[in-house]
C-alpha cells in the first residue's frame, strides 16, 4: 500500500520523505492556508522535495475555470496531481484535463456513484473521505473498499486513496482491505511508528547488554 501524507507543512513533509516511506503527498485548500505562503511557490517546493504525485486542488466552481487552474497548477511540475472537487462541472473539468494528459484526483467522493463517475471522466486517482464519512454514522471503509473493488471489477485505471483518516486503526482497516493509497496527517504517521512493547524491549535489552559488558 501506497503512502501519501496529507499535509502542505514543509517540515512535516521533509520529516516524512526522510523516512523513505513516503509514495505522495495531498494537499487542500484548508491544509495550504495554513502554511500563509504563496500557493504556486509552495507546490513548486512540495514537488521538489517528494518528486512523487503532489495533490493541489482548484478553488474555481465552474468547469471552465477549474479547467483553466488545472493546466496552471500543472504546469507547476510534472509530479502535479490536479485535486478536482465532485461535481457536474468537476466531471466536465476532469474530462478536458484528462484529454490534455494532467492527472486528476477526484475529492470529496461520498458514494460508490459518485466514485463510478470519476473514473468514467478518466480520474487517475478517486479520495473517498472515509473520517468524515464515520462522523455522520456511515461505514467509510465500506465506501473505500467498493471504490477499489470496483475498480478492479472494471479494469479503470484509477488508483483509491482513502482519505480524511482520523487514527491509526484507520490505516490498519486500509491495509486489510487492500486500498492502493492512504493520505495520513503526519500526527498519524508518527501514532503509526509507536509501541510502548518496542520502547520496552530496547531498554530491557540495553540493560542487559550492559549488565554483560560491565
Ligand atoms: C484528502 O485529500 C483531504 O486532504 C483530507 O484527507 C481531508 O481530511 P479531513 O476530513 O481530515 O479534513
Redesign the pocket.
Known amino acids: 500500500m501506497k503512502i501519501f501524507l ?1 499535509t502542505a507543512n514543509i517540515d512535516e513533509i521533509k520529516k516524512g520523505v526522510d523516512l523513505g516511506i513516503i509514495d505522495g503527498v ?1 494537499t ?1 485548500p ?2 495550504v492556508a495554513k502554511e500563509k505562503k504563496d500557493f504556486k511557490k509552495l507546490v513548486k517546493e512540495i514537488c521538489e522535495i517528494v518528486k512523487a504525485p503532489v ?1 493541489a486542488e482548484v478553488i474555481s466552481l465552474d468547469a471552465e475555470g477549474m479547467y483553466r487552474e488545472g493546466l496552471e497548477l500543472s504546469s507547476i511540475s510534472e509530479h502535479v496531481v490536479v485535486k478536482i472537487p465532485f461535481t457536474p462541472e468537476g466531471l466536465v473539468a476532469t474530462r478536458k484535463l484528462t484529454e490534455k494528459d494532467v492527472s486528476i484526483n477526484m ?1 470529496l467522493i461520498f458514494s460508490l456513484n459518485q466514485a463510478l463517475l470519476a473514473c468514467k471522466a478518466g480520474a487517475r486517482y478517486i ?1 473517498p ?1 472515509v ?2 464519512l464515520d462522523d455522520i454514522g456511515h461505514n467509510g471503509f465500506e465506501l473505500a473498499k467498493n471504490c477499489q473493488e470496483m475498480i478492479l471489477s472494471y479494469g479503470f485505471d484509477c488508483e483509491v ?1 482513502a ?3 482520523r487514527h491509526p486503526q484507520h490505516v490498519i482497516e486500509a491495509i486489510k482491505n487492500n486500498i492502493d493509497i492512504a ?1 495520513l496527517p503526519f500526527s498519524i504517521l508518527i501514532q503509526m511508528m509507536k509501541h510502548p512493547l518496542t520502547d520496552i524491549g530496547i531498554e530491557k535489552f540495553l540493560e542487559d547488554w550492559k549488565k554483560a559488558n560491565s
Request: hydrophobic letters at 30%; proline letters at 0%; aromatic letters at 6%.
Open positions: 496529507d495531498t487542500n484548508t491544509l495533490s475529492t479520495s473521505f473520517g468524515r486513496i482519505a480524511s483518516i493520505t
